[in-house]
């Protein structure tokens, strides 16, 4: 079973593949540009003591972002 939740709610060392990016405008083409588009596996290595940015691994790189911007990804979690 699968579930589809914020890219902000995924807890460290949790896997999913991307579904959407509802970001629009500048935000938009920033997000996609760091290769955070629909259909890619994507890794919560490590988040900030205050839980804001949290870093992810994505196509063998490693990325930060901000909660507010990870609001705009809904990322597919499967569960066992």
């Known amino acids: 079973m ?5 890219l902000r709610k995924m807890q460290l060392n949790q896997t999913g593949m991307i579904r959407s990016v509802r ?6 083409r920033r997000i996609r540009d760091m290769g955070l588009v629909p259909n890619t596996e ?3 290595v490590g988040r900030a003591p205050l839980k804001d ?3 992810l691994r994505i196509m ?10 990870a ?3 809904s990322v597919e979690i499967q569960e066992d």
């Open 71 to 73: 609001d705009h990804i």
């Open 42 to 44: 994507v890794r919560v």
């Open 60 to 69: 063998d790189f490693t990325i930060t972002l901000r909660n507010n911007e």
């Open 23 to 28: 970001a629009t405008g500048e935000l938009g």
């Open 53 to 55: 940015p949290v870093a």
């Open 2 to 6: 699968s579930a589809i939740i914020n």
